[in-house]
C-alpha cells in the first residue's frame, strides 16, 4: 500500500503554538504537520522534511520545511509525548531557516526534556495571565 499523506491542521495549530513559544525563528507561514498512512518505517515516529537549497533556488523561494507524523505511531502516544516528539522535530530547524537540520546531537533527549519543561512553564504562564 502506498503512503497516503494529509495535512494535520490539529497539529499544524500545536506545532504553531510551540514554535511561537520556543522556538521564534521557525517561519510558521513556512512549517507544514502532515499525517502519514502506510509507511513501512521501522521506529519512526515522526521526521523531519527541508526544501534545500537547489530547489529553493529552482523554485524561487526561501526555505520550507514539513514535519511528518507517522499515524499508525504518533498517534498512539500520550499527550505529553506527541508534544515532545512536536518539539523534537521543530529542534531540527536551525536559526538560519535555510534549508538545513540540526543533527541529533544538539536534538537529543535531555535537550528535549528541557525545551519540554521550558514549554509546559512558558504555557501555563500564558495562561495565567
Not at 503554538?17 to 502506510?38: C, K, M, T, Y
Not at 507517522?70 to 508534544?83: A, C, G, H, P
Not at 529542534?91 to 526534556?113: A, L, Q, T, W, Y
Request: glycine letters at 6%.
Amino acid at each position: 500500500m502506498p503512503i497516503r499523506y494529509e495535512i494535520a491542521s490539529d497539529l499544524q495549530e500545536q506545532v504553531n503554538e510551540i514554535a511561537s513559544l520556543l522556538f521564534p525563528h521557525v517561519r510558521q507561514d513556512s512549517v507544514v504537520v502532515l499525517r502519514s498512512h502506510g509507511s513501512s518505517s521501522r521506529g519512526t515516529i515522526a521526521r523531519c522534511h527541508a526544501l534545500g537549497k537547489a530547489m529553493q533556488l529552482a523554485l524561487g523561494r526561501k526555505g520550507f520545511y514539513v514535519i511528518e507524523v507517522i499515524s499508525k505511531r504518533f498517534d498512539r502516544l500520550k499527550k505529553e509525548d506527541k508534544v515532545k516528539t512536536l518539539i523534537h522535530e521543530l529542534m531540527h530547524i536551525p536559526k538560519s531557516f535555510g534549508g538545513g537540520f540540526k543533527h541529533h546531537d544538539f536534538v537529543c533527549e535531555r535537550n528535549v526534556e528541557m525545551f519540554y519543561n521550558r514549554y509546559i512553564n512558558l504555557k501555563q504562564r500564558k495562561e495565567w495571565w
